[in-house]
């Protein structure tokens, strides 16, 4: 069954780097055509696609986001990163991963992560 699981740290200063890990279990990320997302739901908002990577590496983002955005694999891992940069209090939101191979599915439990001082 195939499962995704985000972590990293909770909470996080403002201005600094937030950094989160999706593991993969079930199949491979290198599997033909599987690409994997970071989606983000912030508090009264709705879901917004921040970006991911597809089965060759290749990267993609939302344009609003890009320039603070990274995201990269580890296929020994089986294993995607987010990075967003330079956060704010707005970054503040449950943050998925989630495989998408036609719709989005399935998705990871989220997690929580507010920016704070």
């Known amino acids: 069954q195939l499962q995704l699981q985000e972590s990293g740290p909770g909470l996080v200063n403002p201005s600094q780097t937030l950094s989160l890990t999706c593991t993969v279990s079930?199949?491979?990320?290198?599997?033909?055509?599987?690409?994997w997302s970071w989606i983000r739901q912030s508090p009264g908002k709705g879901l917004e696609w921040m970006g991911g990577?597809?089965?060759?590496?290749?990267?993609y983002y939302n344009p609003s986001l890009k320039s603070r955005t990274s995201i990269s694999r580890d296929t020994s891992k089986n294993q995607f990163t987010l990075q967003l940069n330079s956060v704010t209090p707005e970054d503040t939101a449950v943050y998925y991963c989630?495989?998408?191979?036609?719709?989005?599915?399935?998705w990871g439990q989220g997690t929580q992560v507010t920016v704070s001082s």
């Open positions: 989630a495989l998408k191979y036609g719709p989005f599915s399935p």
């Open positions: 079930g199949a491979s990320i290198t599997t033909n055509f599987y690409y």
């Open positions: 990577v597809d089965y060759r590496g290749s990267t």
